[in-house]
């Protein structure tokens, strides 16, 4: 019997998970989507890895080209006359067909991951368009963007003047007074206040007179001075934020904002109506599964 070593010990390469319909290679999981399950995956499991009567649960192969298999059984249990579930486990070597299922595997995580590259891309193209462009989901968008930039004026550990904080507050309460439509006719038209940073480092040395937010030269439009500011880390925020809230995707997030017939509520009333609308959905999905 030989001495079993680390050098010796088989590495996992890949794992599938086929109840959550994962494929985990060399430490990275990707989800399998339905579509392809059914026209690719299932297919080639069928009938000797996976069948109605003899279910596959999860698949592991290793770099010596062993498997190791669990798998789940309809059988029936003599001492109550019933048929139930029973699993089991199953090991191999050198068998060409866990190969061919492994070589299928790692393909499909390929596929999977050149697709989410593909779909990143879209997305991030789609954000940038929405940060540039003056619509009023737009306007929407960069007014949450710029209330939830300046959340950490309020934390404990800020270290800015309670003068400096009320400018702050003075700037915040000016973003949530931004009409949609009542007074804007047109998204272009909107005017965003200053805020207090660039009023100090930029405004107040020419306009020293000035109160912060007392004139309307302290008021700007979108098209301008924001989309080349801020236009890179609306969309940082807007990605982060979806990744954040996985499942919920850009695209879900943006119809909703669309959809939704509120352009009187204040942004986070109405940022979080939209998530809560979308989570909804998610959620009646998994039930329905």
Known sequence: ?????ESNVPQLILQLNAIQRQINYRGITREISDTYWKDEIGPRLYPNWDSDKDKLVQLNYYDNGSFHAKRRKFVKNF???QYEWKDYEMEAYEVEEAKEIFNLLKEAFYLIDSVEKENFQ??????HYEASNVSWFGIRLVRQFLLEDSDWVFLPDSSITEEEKELWLKYRQALRDIPQIDTYVEPTD???PLSPRDYNIFYKIDNPDEEYLSTPNQYLKLSGYFVSTFKERVVQ???IKQSILNPLNYKSYADKMRSLDAPALDTETFIDSVLASVQQEIDQEG???
């Open 1 to 5: 019997m030989g001495i079993l070593t």
């Open 79 to 81: 001492s109550t006359n």
């Open 122 to 127: 879209k997305e991030l193209a789609n954000a």
């Open 190 to 192: 909107v005017l965003f």
């Open 237 to 239: 925020y807007l990605l």
């Open 287 to 289: 039930e329905g599964e």
